[in-house]
């Protein structure tokens, strides 16, 4: 195995460039996809000793009710991939998760995507053992975690997957994450990669899709005027647009345009439909007018208006 390296070149001039993999992540790369930690400490848990006392009080005989917390975290990230022009990719779909938050964005990650243009090669009888809470958050998944047909480009961005699912759920994408397996440390994975310490991000631009769409949701039912939102990284902040009706027709079309552009940033627009079932389409713009190789990236929802 080698170690993957990334080009500097900015991704609209540059299609085909790797996905980088941080730290001791060894992989050799084979497909055009595109690239874009403090060590764990264990802090020793407190000694608690009791001693015996005669309470001068009897306990009620009225058992005192156990107190259970949910936490519901409302539009939650959870990383998946797309397929695009310069190979796999990470791309949000927005969740609401109830439990606790890491745990739960782990697990709707495993279960897969609603979009059908997403997907993702974690093994879905991997289940979550354990979230210790930390800078890094360690993760510890069953051994089921250890099988997956996937490449070893895919491979780097399964780590980077878990890596932005974690750090979306902590509420710090800053963070670190290290991943365990049954309990032991994850060490070589997939035969391609190896994660033997605590990994962050890869710069967004090298390994996310650069058009994504937050609202609506996949599947979602929604009123007129439809808000859509989500960030692109698109050619002069420009982002066209369409609406296609039930049969594939386009019923509506625009440019939108992000807050900046050539970086990540977000967009958002209102589109007035009638009701009926559409599909929203939202691409990169094309600046080199079809003579750039591949299908520019896009990103769609399928959503009802009533």
């Not at 959870?78 to 969740?95: A, C, K, N, Q, S």
Request: hydrophobic content about 40%; glycine content about 8%.
């Amino acid at each position: 195995m080698s170690t993957l390296t990334r080009p500097s070149s900015f991704p609209f001039l540059a299609a085909g460039a790797v996905v980088a993999v941080v730290g001791a992540l060894l992989a050799g790369c084979q497909n055009q996809t595109a690239g874009p930690g403090s060590s764990p400490s264990t802090a020793p848990a407190p000694t608690v000793t009791t001693s015996p006392s005669t309470p001068s009080i009897p306990p009620s005989p009225t058992p005192m009710p156990t107190r259970t917390s949910t936490v519901t975290a409302a539009d939650v990230p959870v990383y998946f991939m797309i397929d695009t022009r310069t190979g796999l990719r990470l791309i949000p779909e927005r969740h609401d998760l109830t439990g606790e938050p890491v745990r739960s964005a782990v697990e709707r990650m495993i279960a897969g995507p609603d979009d059908p243009d997403y997907t993702s090669p974690w093994n879905k009888a991997t289940t979550v053992l354990g979230v210790t809470a930390g800078n890094p958050t360690v993760v510890d998944l069953s051994a089921d975690a250890r099988t997956a047909s996937i490449g070893s480009a895919g491979a780097a961005l399964m780590i980077q997957q878990l890596v932005h699912t974690v750090t979306a759920a902590t509420g710090n994408p800053s963070g670190s994450v290290l991943l365990t397996v049954a309990g032991q440390p994850a060490g070589e994975l997939w035969g391609a990669v190896a994660w033997t310490s605590p990994q962050v991000r890869e710069p967004a631009l090298d390994v996310q899709a650069w058009v994504q769409i937050d609202t609506p949701r996949q599947g979602a039912t929604t009123t007129s005027p439809v808000t859509v939102s989500g960030q692109a990284a698109v050619f002069e902040a420009t982002l066209p647009w369409q609406v296609l009706g039930a049969t594939g027709a386009v019923v509506q079309s625009g440019v939108a345009h992000t807050a900046e552009g050539q970086t990540f940033a977000p967009y958002s627009f209102t589109v007035q439909l009638a009701p009926g079932t559409y599909t929203l389409v939202a691409t990169e713009d094309d600046p080199s007018g079809g003579e750039a190789p591949g299908p520019r990236m896009s990103d769609s929802k399928t959503f009802t208006v009533h």
